[in-house]
């Protein structure tokens, strides 16, 4: 998904056009941009307002500088892409909304391809998407569409048919996607701080609103995919997971949608000021020296300033600095950075904290001798209870995440080794979540079936399979996040 940004130079070389000298990838893209301006208008103006007269102006412009570029203009969708000719468009996270725009929009309305021909006139062009943008409720749009550009002789842009494959858009898919453009945008985020260069807050915040949305349509595998753990590049892994799941459990505590977002934004920055903290101590095998721990512990006081010296501050809510401030402070205010007069800590905060000390410990780091798997981390939280945590908020947690959390890997009775993948949460099938079966009773590694637990043979009358016990992935050499991410692909 990653690599979907980079361009290689000769890539790059090969596809510049000769009139602009823009590339071909750029020329394209700035035609979608137009195209989508175009598209929102439309839906609210007539044809002949000015400000489409404008735009549409600009936007034969664009395509003008395409046709000259390339004997053919022709966009086509294809497996969550969208393809100029035969070049993949690659979009970065500022325009990323105007893809996800189209292709939901072109989705919607089955058009996998658009052509237009090159004597194509602004008034055509104009009448074509007017028609093409119009909301559609027919069962089938497409023939509809199709049908009223012949009434209307409109024969510069041609359309086919999505094909049937292509038209479910798979939330898992796009979940993952967002998993990692959140990574990439932090990655991204972490150098700029380091030149100094100005940070897009708007695209963070649309971010974080996106995870939203798909926390809501998809809880279990959002859960699932804080499985991932990059080694290489903790810092970003780790605050993208706490970010997903403080959202998640400060839904569960009836946060307001504004408030989860500003509280994601939060936890996404939580760790910022470890930009500062030397890699030597970051990553340093056993333990730190009384020297080396006071570095450690001006994180949070270093991620606060950080985050008040950017120039769109002003954007960023307040908690946001309470959150980089305190996640480390206990609920009894012990823990660091240690204040002289403190009385409260954010609730914000609070949530992080135990979200932040959740990742912290199912993550196998060089200098933690013992990895945690998912419900040991819950037990070991449950122990240190009051002291550590706020009681009201662990509890929250504890039930969001059940006995046994999405991503667990569980022996059945049967023999079988199964991948938690959703939680039931009816109180009395707690011991009961869904699974997909990853090892069969012989021990071979498989791609098994997706079962529920609460399952019952209608023969003896007993539950089909039940968990015996929690296992370690690690000691039987399963990857969970693999699972996760293969179902994304699928
Ligand atoms: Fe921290
Ligand atoms: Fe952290």
Same mark, same amino acid.
């Given at each position: 998904m990653i690599e979907e940004k980079e361009k290689t130079e000769e890539e790059e070389k090969q596809a510049e056009?000769? *009139? $602009?000298?823009?590339p071909i990838q750029k020329l394209a893209i700035n035609f979608l941009t137009r195209f989508y301006i175009v598209f929102k208008i439309l839906k609210l103006y007539a044809e002949n307002n000015e400000l489409i007269e404008e735009q549409t102006t600009l936007l034969m412009e664009d395509l003008n500088r395409l046709k000259a570029a390339e004997p053919e203009v022709k966009f086509r969708i294809k497996q969550e892409s969208i393809f100029f000719n035969q070049q993949r468009l690659k979009f970065s996270l500022g325009n990323y909304h105007i893809f996800k725009f189209l292709l939901e929009e072109f989705r919607k309305r089955e058009i996998g391809q658009l052509e237009f021909s090159p004597d194509i006139g602004r008034q055509e062009l104009t009448r074509a998407l007017a028609i093409l943008c119009q909301k559609r409720t027919e069962a089938q749009p497409y023939e509809a569409i199709q049908a009223e550009l012949q009434d209307n002789q409109i024969t510069g842009l041609t359309l086919e048919k999505m094909q049937a494959s292509e038209r479910l858009l798979s939330p898992e898919k796009s979940s993952a996607r967002l998993y990692f453009l959140s990574i990439l945008h932090l990655r991204e985020i972490s150098e700029r701080q380091k030149d100094n260069e100005k940070i897009r807050l708007n695209t963070t915040r649309r971010l974080i609103q996106s995870i939203f949305n798909h926390l809501i349509d998809n809880e279990s595998f959002l859960l699932g995919l804080t !499985?991932?753990? /990059?080694h290489d590049e903790y810092t970003l892994n780790h605050s993208v997971n706490v970010s997903l799941l403080a959202i998640a459990l400060g839904r569960r505590l009836g946060l307001s949608r504004v408030e989860l977002v500003d509280l994601g934004l939060a936890a996404f920055f939580?760790?910022?000021?470890? #930009? *500062? $903290?030397?890699l030597e101590i970051l990553n340093k095998p056993g333990q730190l020296t009384e020297e080396e721990r006071k570095i450690m512990e001006l994180h949070p006081h270093q991620g606060a300033e950080k985050l008040v010296q950017?120039?769109? +501050?002003?954007?960023?809510? #307040?908690s946001a600095i309470h959150v980089a401030m305190e996640h480390?402070?206990? *609920?009894?205010?012990?823990?660091?950075?240690? +204040?002289? #007069?403190?009385q409260d800590v954010n609730l914000y905060s609070r949530i992080v904290k135990v979200c932040d000390f959740f990742d912290a410990i199912t993550t196998k780091r060089v200098y933690r001798k013992k990895v945690f798997t998912r419900a040991e981390a819950l037990s070991l939280m449950l122990e240190q209870g009051r002291t550590e945590f706020n009681p009201v908020i662990l509890k929250a947690f504890v039930q969001m995440m059940g006995? +046994?959390?999405?991503?667990s890997v569980v022996l059945l009775n049967t023999g079988e080794i199964g991948l938690v993948t959703?939680? /039931?949460? *009816?109180l009395k099938f707690l011991l009961r979540p869904r699974v997909k079966i990853i090892v069969d009773a012989a021990g071979n590694k498989i791609d098994g079936e997706l079962v529920d637990? $609460?399952? #019952?043979?209608?023969? !003896?009358?007993?539950?089909?399979r039940t968990i015996v016990k929690e296992i370690n992935p690690d000691e039987y050499g399963l990857n969970v996040a693999d699972y996760f991410l293969a179902e994304a692909e699928a």
């Amino acid at each position: 998904m990653i690599e979907e940004k980079e361009k290689t130079e000769e890539e790059e070389k090969q596809a510049e056009s000769g *009139e $602009t000298g823009l590339p071909i990838q750029k020329l394209a893209i700035n035609f979608l941009t137009r195209f989508y301006i175009v598209f929102k208008i439309l839906k609210l103006y007539a044809e002949n307002n000015e400000l489409i007269e404008e735009q549409t102006t600009l936007l034969m412009e664009d395509l003008n500088r395409l046709k000259a570029a390339e004997p053919e203009v022709k966009f086509r969708i294809k497996q969550e892409s969208i393809f100029f000719n035969q070049q993949r468009l690659k979009f970065s996270l500022g325009n990323y909304h105007i893809f996800k725009f189209l292709l939901e929009e072109f989705r919607k309305r089955e058009i996998g391809q658009l052509e237009f021909s090159p004597d194509i006139g602004r008034q055509e062009l104009t009448r074509a998407l007017a028609i093409l943008c119009q909301k559609r409720t027919e069962a089938q749009p497409y023939e509809a569409i199709q049908a009223e550009l012949q009434d209307n002789q409109i024969t510069g842009l041609t359309l086919e048919k999505m094909q049937a494959s292509e038209r479910l858009l798979s939330p898992e898919k796009s979940s993952a996607r967002l998993y990692f453009l959140s990574i990439l945008h932090l990655r991204e985020i972490s150098e700029r701080q380091k030149d100094n260069e100005k940070i897009r807050l708007n695209t963070t915040r649309r971010l974080i609103q996106s995870i939203f949305n798909h926390l809501i349509d998809n809880e279990s595998f959002l859960l699932g995919l804080t !499985n991932i753990k /990059n080694h290489d590049e903790y810092t970003l892994n780790h605050s993208v997971n706490v970010s997903l799941l403080a959202i998640a459990l400060g839904r569960r505590l009836g946060l307001s949608r504004v408030e989860l977002v500003d509280l994601g934004l939060a936890a996404f920055f939580h760790d910022l000021g470890k #930009i *500062e $903290t030397p890699l030597e101590i970051l990553n340093k095998p056993g333990q730190l020296t009384e020297e080396e721990r006071k570095i450690m512990e001006l994180h949070p006081h270093q991620g606060a300033e950080k985050l008040v010296q950017l120039k769109e +501050f002003r954007r960023l809510p #307040i908690s946001a600095i309470h959150v980089a401030m305190e996640h480390h402070i206990k *609920e009894d205010l012990s823990g660091y950075p240690h +204040f002289k #007069i403190k009385q409260d800590v954010n609730l914000y905060s609070r949530i992080v904290k135990v979200c932040d000390f959740f990742d912290a410990i199912t993550t196998k780091r060089v200098y933690r001798k013992k990895v945690f798997t998912r419900a040991e981390a819950l037990s070991l939280m449950l122990e240190q209870g009051r002291t550590e945590f706020n009681p009201v908020i662990l509890k929250a947690f504890v039930q969001m995440m059940g006995i +046994f959390p999405v991503g667990s890997v569980v022996l059945l009775n049967t023999g079988e080794i199964g991948l938690v993948t959703a939680v /039931n949460q *009816e109180l009395k099938f707690l011991l009961r979540p869904r699974v997909k079966i990853i090892v069969d009773a012989a021990g071979n590694k498989i791609d098994g079936e997706l079962v529920d637990l $609460t399952e #019952i043979d209608l023969e !003896n009358r007993k539950y089909k399979r039940t968990i015996v016990k929690e296992i370690n992935p690690d000691e039987y050499g399963l990857n969970v996040a693999d699972y996760f991410l293969a179902e994304a692909e699928a």
